[in-house]
């Protein structure tokens, strides 16, 4: 069964970073364009950045942009999110997902268990 699983969340101060990771079992996903979301209480979930399998192509969010850097390392595979000042609007828990090159999350196929991620002081 395919699974992925991030890591990498916790407790942080406002402005600080964190830098979350997603890896695969059971498949290689080298070949998969990879996503990462966000859902808080009470919203929906949301995108936030995105990657083609060759890395070539990223995207992301108006909301991270600038903060957020969406990388992978297909040789390790797993794929991260370096997330830089961070706000207390950042609170949410944070999903990876895969096998698509999309905004919407209906267009993934794997997901994570997500990890929470809190910024507050």
């Known amino acids: 069964q395919v699974q992925l699983a991030e890591s990498g969340g916790g407790l942080v101060q406002p402005g600080g970073s964190l830098r979350l990771s997603c890896a695969p079992s059971?498949?290689?996903?080298?070949?998969?364009?990879m996503g990462w979301f966000r859902q808080a209480p009470g919203k929906e979930r949301e995108f936030l950045a995105r990657i083609s399998a060759s890395s070539t192509r990223t995207d992301y969010a108006n909301s991270v942009k600038g903060r957020f850097t969406i990388s992978r390392d297909n040789a390790e595979n797993t794929v991260y999110l370096q997330m830089n000042n961070l706000k207390p609007d950042d609170t949410a828990i944070y999903y990876c997902a895969a096998g698509g090159y999309s905004i919407h999350y209906s267009a993934y196929d794997y997901w994570g268990q997500g990890t929470q991620v809190t910024v507050s002081s």
């Open positions: 059971g498949r290689a996903f080298s070949s998969y364009p």
